[in-house]
């Protein structure tokens, strides 16, 4: 449970970025009304964003 | 730390005699009393310390219902945001601003029942100090059990680089300050909550487990809050009332209550020197009583809205034990 629960914790970021980056995304340019590049759907390029940034997050154990 | 009763005043005054007969007795020490690090012999040391604690008696306790009605109802009405925002009956500006405020000053709620000034642990209404403790700190996600701990802990070692969980919140300037509130939240540092939940898997013992589980448990509600929001067309809204406000609150607290009146930290250990007085730009109120924390370490029973009256009222003996109260 433990183990499991710290490697929960360790994929957290990458999760975030998927879970709530994504969407918050999203939903920003849904608001300001602005299209996503390359005829993608708004959520399609929130998770190319946020996925990434996550996962860097996640193995650089910092955001910026 | 709290000083109930005489044998609290007792026991302050014998720790003091002893600190400086344990000087008086080191190899070459002379057989007539010695001068503190203040310039002041034990006796001086003493009747100071007799008459601070005798001062420091009147701030004690007082009316602490405004914490309870604080604490409670900020809670509530931010609780309340959720399902407004659902309902699209929320002005979202205005909740954000608000939910910002609550998350900063439930950690003034939270710290006074930290140190049980809402009720003591053998009163009947011990729980209501248990509870405004718990809610006060849910919109930072920083459990009520390990605040409470991590905070002592910080009493009892403030300003030792390696027992005061606070340490990380050291910075050379105000502008490093603030970003280091920040830096030390990234997921790979050791700083801030992340140092917190090591120390308390170091400690070992059953309360510092329980923290442990208290801030898994709310930081996994946290997480699942935020991507159920986002999924659900909401993570604007869940930014904005939680989120945010969060870190917002975060960076601010660890700013005023950590680093604003312990810096510099260095070496300073010493129960006149490991806080300082200051002047705050922001002022007394919005700086979260912090000017006169001093007052705080060393009479933690005081309330923090008492601490600046309690400070005015110690000035004299402060000056006396070295204290820099040149600044207010």
Redesign the interface.
Same mark, same amino acid.
């Given at each position: 449970m433990e183990l499991a629960?710290r490697k929960l914790?360790y994929v957290?970021?990458f999760?975030?970025g998927i879970?709530?980056i994504?969407?918050?995304i999203?939903?920003?340019m849904a608001?300001w009304d602005v299209a996503a590049p390359f005829g993608m759907s708004r959520i399609a390029f929130g998770l190319m964003i946020g996925a990434p940034w996550g996962l860097y997050?996640?193995l650089?154990?910092?955001?910026i | 730390m709290a000083l109930d009763g005489m044998a609290g005043e007792a026991h302050l005054l014998a720790r003091e005699g002893a600190e400086h007969d344990t000087r008086a007795r080191s190899p070459g020490g002379a057989a007539i009393p010695l001068l503190g690090p203040d310039g002041l012999d034990r006796h001086v040391r003493r009747d100071l310390r007799k008459q601070e604690i005798a001062v420091a008696r009147q701030f004690m306790g007082g009316r602490m219902w405004p914490y309870v009605v604080a604490a409670w109802g900020c809670f509530a009405v931010w609780l309340s945001f959720f399902p407004l925002a659902v309902m699209h009956w929320l002005n979202l500006p205005l909740a954000f601003v608000l939910s910002c405020i609550f998350a900063t000053g439930g950690y003034v709620t939270s710290h006074e029942a930290m140190h049980s000034n809402i009720a003591r642990p053998n009163s009947r209404h011990y729980w209501i100090n248990e509870w405004v403790g718990k809610v006060s700190t849910i919109p930072i996600v920083f459990p009520f059990s390990m605040a409470r701990l991590m905070h002592l802990e910080h009493h009892y070692h403030c300003n030792d680089p390696q027992k005061d969980p606070d340490y990380s919140d050291e910075a050379p300037s105000a502008l490093k300050a603030w970003y280091k509130t920040w830096y030390n939240r @990234?997921?790979?540092?050791d700083g801030s909550i992340h140092a917190y939940k090591r120390i308390l898997a170091e400690m070992g013992t059953p309360e510092a487990a329980k923290a442990l589980r208290d801030t898994?448990k709310l @930081?996994l509600l946290f997480?699942a809050v935020?991507?159920a929001m986002?999924?659900g067309?909401y993570?604007?809204e869940?930014?904005l009332i939680w989120?945010l406000p969060r870190h917002v609150g975060l960076s601010y607290i660890r700013f005023y209550l950590s680093w604003a009146p312990h810096h510099p930290r260095e070496g300073r250990t010493g129960r006149y020197e490991n806080t300082k007085v200051f002047k705050s730009r922001l002022g007394h109120v919005l700086s979260m009583g912090m000017e006169t924390h001093l007052v705080h370490h060393l009479y933690p029973n005081i309330p923090n809205h008492r601490t600046k009256e309690a400070y005015f009222a110690l000035k004299p003996i402060l000056a006396q034990r070295g204290v820099d109260t040149s600044s207010l």
């Open positions: 629960l914790f957290m970021p999760l975030f879970g709530f994504a969407p918050l999203a939903q920003t608001y997050a996640m650089r154990g910092r955001w | @990234q997921p790979g540092v898994l @930081q997480m935020l991507f986002a999924w067309g993570a604007i869940a930014a989120w």
